[in-house]
T-cell receptor, first 115, second 112 residues
Framework: EAGVAQSPRYKIIEKRQSVAFWCNPISGHATLYWYQQILGQGPKLLIQ????????DSQLPKDRFSAERLKGVDSTLKIQPAKLEDSAVYLC?????????????FGSGTQLSVL | QQQVKQSPQSLIVQKGGISIINCAYENTAFDYFPWYQQFPGKGPALLIA?????SEKKEGRFTISFNKSAKQFSLHIMDSQPGDSATYFCAASNSGANNLFFGTGTRLTVIP
């Protein structure tokens, strides 16, 4: 079974630039999550999709962060403009279904450094 | 506000010893308590999880102990091995995998 795929693996940008991350969940998983993991902390949920609809984006800084899952499969997370405090690992995860799923499958993440 | 508090921040254990990591929560609506294991450069992976209708769950060398009245739960790793060296996160939610609140992590090092 293929896991959650994320790219790029690393990204270095300067503050005020924009950046985008891509995620392809496990085939058949209806629910997709984006988490932010700052060094030394646990992952924090940014946004959750069920198919192509947003279930929860209450912790997404909407003035600079946006995400989409247009066809209900892969997803893109964008930051524009980036701030120094956005330096973190951005993890994508998927689960079978938001009502039935308990197990989260995480990708390896994209490590973002904002200089 | 940290929804789930985890301790210790780091832990060093001899091979064959018992590793114990503790977590506490405040929200009594939480009903799902998983533990995730994360190796450097990888995403977290589900290790074991418990719901509050039982006080203990064991899977191989890994055991979760759950104390509902104290709002605490812990992970015990028996016969710790160098391959167990990783960062462990407790988490909690009131709806399965949805809106999980993670602890700050415990970096475990098992010395051969």
């Amino acid at each position: 079974e293929a896991g959650v795929a994320q790219s790029p693996r690393y990204k270095i940008i300067e503050k005020r630039q924009s950046v985008a991350f891509w995620c392809n969940p496990i085939s058949g998983h209806a629910t997709l999550y984006w988490y932010q993991q700052i060094l030394g902390q646990g992952p924090k949920l940014l946004i959750q999709f069920q198919n192509n609809g947003v279930v929860d984006d209450s912790q997404l800084p909407k003035d600079r962060f946006s995400a989409e899952r247009l066809k209900g499969v892969d997803s893109t997370l964008k930051i524009q403009p980036a701030k120094l405090e956005d330096s973190a690992v951005y993890l994508c995860a998927s689960s079978l279904d938001w009502l039935q799923g308990e197990k989260l499958f995480f990708g390896s993440g994209t490590q973002l450094s904002v200089l | 506000q940290q929804q789930v508090k985890q301790s210790p921040q780091s832990l060093i254990v001899q091979k064959g010893g018992i590793s114990i990591i503790n977590c506490a929560y405040e929200n009594t609506a939480f009903d799902y308590f998983p533990w995730y294991q994360q190796f450097p450069g990888k995403g977290p992976a589900l290790l074991i999880a418990i719901r509050p209708d039982v006080s203990e769950k064991k899977e191989g060398r890994f055991t979760i102990s759950f104390n509902k009245s104290a709002k605490q739960f812990s992970l015990h790793i028996m016969d710790s091995q160098p391959g167990d060296s990783a960062t462990y996160f407790c988490a909690a939610s009131n709806s399965g995998a949805n809106n999980l609140f993670f602890g700050t992590g415990t970096r475990l090092t098992v010395i051969p």
